[in-house]
């Protein structure tokens, strides 16, 4: 399956206003459920969930991105949320550079399949110099679309 295949329910947030971790991951925790995918309730679960997977292990590519990746059986398949600061979120990053995209994976158990398939392609996307500039370009709408071309250019 290829990323298009992937990525029919987009969930976007342009401007986080948060500049801490916990702030930022409760934000995007709002925008699953403010696009009906996850009830308010879960909002908590969900923020701790990708505070836990950062304290394993920081998620942070490098270069201003981060892809931050859980497991919640809270949604219902394997989502890719963008969202960009303007500012920046400080976090544990190898370049030290605050983290001003984020692509934050979640899937549910029997999503796993997919999950890997878009953590791979999200990494390998964002690895590439020429990507990676058009990521860093693009709206959080528009790095869909960049995610994607990028893929197909690639190849998987």
Same mark, same amino acid.
């Given at each position: 399956?290829d990323?298009?295949t992937?990525?029919? +329910?987009?969930?976007v947030?342009d401007?986080?206003?948060s500049s801490d ?13 403010g696009?009906s995918?996850?009830g308010?309730?879960?909002?908590v679960a969900i923020?701790d ?5 950062e304290r394993?292990a920081a +998620?942070?590519l490098g ?6 990746h859980?497991?919640s059986?809270?949604v219902?398949?394997?989502?890719l949320?963008v ?5 920046g979120?400080?976090?544990k ?11 934050c994976l ?5 999503s796993r399949p997919a999950?890997?398939?878009i953590l ?8 590439d110099?020429y990507?990676?500039?058009?990521l860093d ?5 528009q790095?869909?679309?960049a995610l994607?071309e990028g893929e197909?250019?690639?190849?998987r």
């Open positions: 399956m990323l298009e992937l990525l029919t +329910t987009r969930v947030i401007e986080l206003k971790d916990q702030g930022a991951f409760q934000e995007i925790a709002e925008a699953l459920f696009a995918i996850i308010q309730k879960d909002c923020r969930a990708f505070l836990a997977r394993v +998620t942070s270069f201003g991105m981060a892809v931050p859980v497991f059986e809270k219902p398949s394997a989502l949320i969202a960009r600061s303007p500012a979120v400080h976090m990053s190898p370049d030290g550079r605050p983290t001003r995209l984020f692509f979640i899937a549910n158990e029997a999950y890997l398939r791979a392609a999200v990494a390998k996307v964002a690895r110099s990507w990676r500039r058009c370009k693009a709206n959080a709408t790095v869909y679309d994607i197909k250019a690639l190849g």
